[in-house]
């Protein structure tokens, strides 16, 4: 079998994935960002990190924070590394409209198969504690509520443009479809801690979407079909506890 020659874009795409999922585990808690800052002397920017988070509304200006780091790690990195150092266009990437609607119908195969089941297990005790990840029973008015959700529409975007455009794109030119397979590990991972149908759901997810993304080129129709899963899912969850 002939040696390839050394692919210094694979192992950037690679130690990128798994030092950015790092960052996201455990910086994308702003406490104990703020605790890292006191730590290596910077106590007032950690202070002040601290009784931002603390004030206002809290567990909104957590899950900011949380949004802020995704994005980071999934959308802004990944862009700077493509443009500055592998100085691609973003579009070989997925970030294109272009081809995005080529296959919709099979995208909304999988919507009519995912929101049943979504229906069904919002009826259970793990997915009702963990959805959605904010909860307005506190709130005078769903105005925060629909601020989440904007910046979790936000949030999805910059994943699916780092799993199945960074990723799977990026490294289909060495792995061809086998990419899939690779992105699909740490998509599925990423998922531990959530219900277990979701994410057994995830693997099958990963799959689907990123031949789905290889063939047409763009993210962005996963991102339509993921963030609609995810605010049914949501919905479902404040239906069931008598929240709308």
């Known amino acids: ?7 210094w874009k694979i192992l950037v795409i690679l130690v990128w994935t798994a030092l950015g999922l790092t ?4 910086y994308g808690e702003p406490i104990f960002f703020s605790g890292v800052l006191k730590t290596i002397g910077l106590k007032t920017p950690g202070e002040k990190l601290r009784s931002w988070v603390e004030s206002g509304n809290v567990p909104l200006r957590h899950l900011g924070w949380w949004v802020g780091t995704m994005l980071f790690v999934y959308l802004l990195v990944p862009m700077l590394l ?3 150092l592998f100085r691609e266009q973003l579009s070989n990437y997925g970030w294109q409209m272009k081809g995005a609607f080529k296959d919709w119908w099979l995208y909304a195969v999988m919507l009519v198969i995912m929101l049943p089941l979504v229906i069904y297990f919002s009826s259970t ?21 629909i601020i989440w959700e904007i910046m979790y529409f936000a949030q999805f975007i910059g994943l699916e443009f780092f799993f199945r455009g960074f990723m799977t794109l990026g490294l289909k030119n060495r792995f061809g479809f086998y990419s899939i397979f690779i992105m699909t590990i740490p998509y599925c991972m990423i998922h531990f801690g959530k219900p277990m149908p979701e994410t057994f759901g995830a693997i099958l997810a990963g799959l689907v979407l990123g031949t789905l993304a290889m063939k047409s080129r763009s993210i962005f129709m996963g991102v339509l079909i993921h963030y ?7 919905v479902c ?8």
Do not use: C
């Not at 960052?23 to 455990?26: A, L, P, Q, S, T």
């Not at 997915?127 to 008015?141: G, V």
């Open 1 to 7: 079998m002939p040696k390839r020659e050394f692919d």
């Open 23 to 26: 960052i996201i585990k455990y």
């Open 82 to 84: 493509i443009k500055l």
């Open 125 to 145: 005790s793990s997915f009702q504690s963990r959805y959605p990840f904010y909860n307005p029973a506190n709130d005078k008015s769903l105005f925060p509520f």
């Open 228 to 234: 609609s899963v995810a605010i049914t899912m949501d």
């Open 237 to 244: 969850a404040l239906l069931r506890k008598g929240m709308l």
